[in-house]
């Protein structure tokens, strides 16, 4: 019974192991099918080599003209700074030389009346006292006010050039005229016509004076004349 079993069994089924893939046949298929060709494989490579080197000189180029552009706005921040740090300056100046000279015209405006004081105040009689009380208490309000412009002037830095006895400046002295003296040496002031006045150190008017000179002529003049 047991041989009739085994000879009845189909002819076409097969073992198992003879219908599995063989080992061998699964190792080479995919490589077969994966093998890249010599040709294309070359080109890939050599694109891709050639990529990276132009990409490198582009990134270099901008890193160039990056530079260059922030050189020229660093250039034009440092002058823009110094252009306002100048401007400051030239601002603290001008506004330091108004509040110091800016009453220079009313200064030269007020000389004449200052000049009229002067000679009222220079008119008065030395014997004021013996005159008549209202008089007297008018030549005294005139020497007051006197003071009082003298001081309002001395405060606001105007100062009086009355060089008398002095060496003559022609930076603040003007000559009018000369005086002949042989007491003196040449080019002292002799006399004061009118007082000039500075402010602070711009002068608002000089001094008219007279100068001295030489009375006799000088003696080696003499002596050539005599000789010849």
């Known amino acids: 019974m047991t041989q009739e079993n085994d000879t009845n069994q189909p002819a076409g089924d097969t073992p198992a192991e003879n219908t599995a893939e063989s080992p061998i046949d699964a190792e080479i298929s995919p490589n077969i099918n994966n093998a890249p060709v010599d040709g294309d494989d070359n080109a890939t490579l050599a694109n891709d080599a050639a990529e990276p080197e132009s ?49 220079m015209g009313f200064a030269r405006d007020l000389m004449a009346s200052v000049d009229n004081l002067d000679k009222a105040i220079d008119l008065i009689p030395e014997n ?17 006010t ?15 050039i009355s060089p008398d ?5 022609y930076n603040l002295h003007q000559a009018m005229f000369e005086v002949p003296t042989d007491e003196v040496e040449p080019g002292i002031v002799m006399q004061v016509v009118q007082s000039g006045y500075q402010l602070h150190d711009r002068l608002l ?16 003049t003499e002596a050539s004349e005599t000789e010849s």
């Open 55 to 103: 990409d490198d000189i582009d990134g270099d180029d901008d890193i160039v003209t990056l530079a260059a552009e922030r050189d020229e706005l660093r250039d034009q921040l440092l002058r823009t700074l110094a252009d306002n740090e100048n401007l400051r300056r030239r601002t603290e100046r001008e506004v330091a030389s108004a509040r110091k000279y800016g009453a």
């Open 128 to 144: 004021k006292d013996e005159l008549d009380e209202t008089l007297k208490n008018i030549l005294v309000g005139v020497e007051m």
């Open 146 to 160: 006197g003071r009082e412009v003298a001081s309002v002037l001395e405060r606001h830095n105007i100062s009086k």
């Open 165 to 169: 006895g002095e060496k003559f400046d």
């Open 205 to 220: 008017r000089p001094a008219m004076v007279g100068v001295s000179k030489p009375a006799s002529p000088p003696e080696t």
